[in-house]
C-alpha cells in the first residue's frame, strides 16, 4: 500500500518541500502525493525523478495524482 500526501491547495514551494521530506525518509517505495496545480505537477515530478524516483502522472478534474515509485 502507497503512502500517501494531499497537497491540493498549497502554493509551490510547498509540495515540493513536504514530498522532498518524505521521500527522503522513505529512500524506496511508493508514494502518491495529490496535487491540483500545473506547476506543482511539474515541479515535484522534478525533483522525484532527481533523485531516482519513477512518476506516472494521472489527471481527474484539475487535479493531479503523481504515483512515486523507487525499488
Do not use: H
Request: contains cysteine; aromatic residues 4%.
Amino acid at each position: 500500500m502507497a503512502d500517501k500526501l494531499d497537497m491540493r491547495g498549497l502554493s509551490c514551494p510547498q509540495p515540493v518541500y513536504e514530498t522532498k521530506k518524505k521521500i527522503e525518509a522513505m529512500g524506496s517505495g511508493v508514494l502518491d502525493v495529490l496535487v491540483d496545480s500545473g506547476a506543482a505537477r511539474e515541479n515535484v515530478t522534478r525533483l522525484a525523478e532527481n533523485r531516482g524516483w519513477s512518476v506516472s502522472v494521472k489527471e481527474k478534474e484539475g487535479e493531479f495524482l503523481l504515483t512515486l515509485k523507487r525499488q
